[in-house]
């Protein structure tokens, strides 16, 4: 690794992106190469880092922006599930994920212990993943503390997650991955559900959506859309930013903040009365 020079690793960065990764990828790899030569450095290996540099100073940064939904897009997102004979029947899924902001891993986690009616409070402090080649569920904790929390339920979550628990289970819901059970959301077979799942319903949905509608959805429009969403808004209502770190289960603060920037002026202008008055 002490031969690595910055222009060999600039090259492999030229090199990926010929290949068809996409800058996203890239960078996340770049991040990881970056970390591993950091360690190097420490070990007293090599003196520079090769991999300390800005990768849109070498490639161009196409990544398509993420939007949140308007409240407007949002409320005849809603009503069009709500009233489609196709996808009505995960009404209850996408209101869930609008108004908690999940993780689509983590709404595949939920089980029915994770429910806390009582106090109005879901329990988070896992996630349900599946393995691209071998096939078998296997459940993920959180990396770090920030990702245990709990989110309380507004009255329309409740009363989604009320629906969800009437409907009927399956033998099958007695699967026990990793030591966990009884999962809310099941596909066809009676398996809990994963992310590919949601997101292959999604395409659909959101091309069905388009061809009924004049104002197209995001053109970046994925499960992770509606945590988006939903962080955008209590960010604009102007929640606490340390709250909103809570909920969402951000591990730093400033991936936080960055949802206060989709505020418009009308926030802003709003915000500043309401201080000053």
């Given at each position: 690794?002490?031969?690595?020079?910055p222009?060999?690793?600039?090259?492999?960065?030229?090199?990926?992106?010929?290949k068809?990764?996409?800058?996203?990828?890239?960078?996340?790899?770049?991040?990881?190469?970056?970390?591993?030569?950091?360690?190097?450095?420490?070990d007293?290996?090599?003196?520079k880092?090769?991999?300390?540099?800005?990768l849109?100073?070498?490639?161009?940064?196409?990544t398509e922006?993420?939007?949140?939904?308007?409240?407007?897009?949002?409320?005849?997102?809603?009503?069009?599930?709500?009233?489609?004979?196709?996808?009505?029947?995960?009404?209850?899924?996408?209101?869930?994920?609008?108004?908690?902001?999940?993780?689509?891993?983590?709404?595949?986690g939920?089980?029915?212990?994770?429910?806390?009616?009582?106090?109005?409070?879901?329990?988070?402090?896992?996630?349900?993943?599946?393995?691209?080649?071998?096939?078998?569920?296997?459940?993920?904790?959180?990396k770090?503390?920030?990702?245990n929390?709990?989110?309380?339920?507004?009255?329309?979550?409740?009363?989604?997650?009320?629906r969800?628990?009437?409907?009927?289970?399956?033998?099958?819901?007695?699967?026990?991955?990793d030591?966990?059970?009884?999962?809310?959301?099941?596909?066809?077979?009676?398996?809990?559900?994963?992310?590919?799942?949601?997101e292959?319903?999604?395409?659909g949905l959101?091309?069905?959506?388009?061809?009924?509608?004049?104002?197209?959805?995001?053109?970046?429009?994925?499960?992770?859309?509606?945590?988006?969403?939903?962080?955008?808004?209590?960010?604009?209502?102007?929640?606490?930013?340390?709250?909103?770190?809570?909920?969402?289960?951000?591990?730093?603060?400033?991936?936080?903040?960055?949802?206060?920037?989709?505020?418009?002026?009308?926030?802003?202008?709003?915000e500043?009365?309401r201080?000053?008055?």
């Amino acid at each position: 690794i002490d031969t690595i020079k910055p222009s060999d690793a600039k090259e492999w960065a030229l090199r990926m992106k010929e290949k068809g990764y996409s800058f996203k990828t890239i960078n996340n790899h770049k991040r990881s190469l970056k970390a591993a030569f950091y360690t190097a450095i420490q070990d007293d290996c090599i003196r520079k880092n090769p991999f300390d540099f800005q990768l849109n100073t070498v490639l161009e940064d196409n990544t398509e922006p993420k939007e949140p939904l308007s409240p407007t897009q949002e409320a005849s997102f809603l009503s069009f599930v709500q009233n489609d004979k196709v996808y009505q029947k995960y009404y209850d899924e996408i209101i869930i994920l609008l108004g908690t902001g999940l993780r689509i891993s983590e709404l595949c986690g939920l089980t029915e212990t994770d429910i806390d009616f009582e106090n109005k409070l879901i329990n988070v402090d896992h996630q349900l993943l599946k393995h691209s080649e071998a096939g078998g569920y296997y459940i993920e904790t959180p990396k770090t503390k920030s990702g245990n929390r709990q989110i309380p339920m507004s009255t329309k979550v409740y009363e989604a997650f009320e629906r969800v628990m009437k409907k009927p289970r399956t033998e099958r819901t007695q699967l026990i991955i990793d030591g966990y059970s009884r999962f809310l959301f099941l596909n066809r077979n009676g398996l809990p559900k994963v992310a590919i799942n949601y997101e292959s319903m999604f395409r659909g949905l959101v091309r069905k959506y388009n061809k009924h509608h004049e104002e197209a959805l995001p053109k970046v429009m994925t499960p992770h859309t509606l945590r988006h969403t939903f962080c955008t808004n209590l960010a604009n209502a102007g929640m606490n930013p340390k709250a909103l770190q809570y909920i969402m289960g951000h591990s730093n603060i400033n991936m936080t903040l960055n949802y206060y920037a989709h505020a418009t002026p009308d926030n802003a202008m709003a915000e500043m009365e309401r201080l000053i008055a």
